[in-house]
T-cell receptor, first 110, second 112 residues
Framework: RKEVEQDPGPFNVPEGATVAFNCTYS??????FFWYRQDCRKEPKLLMS???SGNEDGRFTAQLNRASQYISLLIRDSKLSDSATYLC???????????FGQGTELSVKP | ETGVTQSPTHLIKTRGQQVTLRCSSQ?????VSWYQQALGQGPQFIFQ???????GRGNFPPRFSGLQFPNYSSELNVNALELDDSALYLC???????????FGEGSRLTVL
């Protein structure tokens, strides 16, 4: 079993749609969680951290369910510029090691 | 931007050759982490350096080695290159145990 698993992609949605990405992690001792965004052939960039109480940043909402070891990202009112790969990331127990999911590709169409 | 710079940005090698990739960390950051990202996959942790010592290693063979210098810049060396080493190599600098990580633009290695 992979340490971090994400929904398989790609997700193809029209502009204005709401899209949700899901992720599960295997290490119940994990303490820190993030969503990164990666544009084609570029480096991953932090989209947002994920907090236990859930958190929102504009059109983006992240949720964490520790009991189910489940993380989600909701994007409302999708824009063309949201097209990218979204990576679910969990901090491992080995120093600053980050464990990345495979990523889910999102394509927003006009 | 992140203040992390990597070089070279692209390079092509042949099987069996050796490669050195370089990373300059953001000022004041004494921890450097390296990741390998194969096409269609998420980044995989290679190792981390803190104050010139390896401080954690992922599931990579010994032919992947590194160095960190007194100015906290770092090198990743890969010996006896294999086709599967073709990937984007990412470097991130940080203070110890801080979240999250911010990456440089990466070095894209192609092994033929």
């Amino acid at each position: 079993r992979k340490e971090v698993e994400q929904d398989p992609g790609p997700f193809n949605v029209p502009e204005g749609a709401t899209v949700a990405f899901n992720c599960t992690y295997s290490n119940s001792a994990s303490q820190s969680f993030f969503w990164y965004r990666q544009d084609c052939r570029k480096e991953p960039k932090l989209l947002m951290s994920v907090y236990s109480s859930g958190n929102e940043d504009g059109r983006f909402t992240a949720q964490l369910n520790r009991a189910s070891q489940y993380i989600s990202l909701l994007i409302r009112d999708s824009k063309l510029s949201d097209s990218a790969t979204y990576l679910c990331v969990v901090k491992g127990d080995q120093g600053g090691k980050l464990i990345f999911g495979q990523g889910t590709e999102l394509s927003v169409k006009p | 931007e992140t203040g992390v710079t990597q070089s070279p940005t692209h390079l092509i090698k042949t099987r069996g050759q050796q490669v050195t990739l370089r990373c300059s960390s953001q000022s004041g950051h004494n921890t450097v982490s390296w990741y390998q990202q194969a096409l269609g996959q998420g980044p995989q942790f290679i190792f981390q350096y803190y104050r010139e010592e390896e401080n954690g290693r992922g599931n990579f063979p010994p032919r992947f080695s590194g160095l960190q210098f007194p100015n906290y810049s770092s090198e990743l060396n890969v010996n006896a290159l294999e086709l599967d080493d073709s990937a984007l190599y990412l470097c991130a600098s940080s203070l110890p145990n801080t979240n999250p990580l911010f990456f440089g633009e990466g070095s894209r290695l192609t092994v033929l």
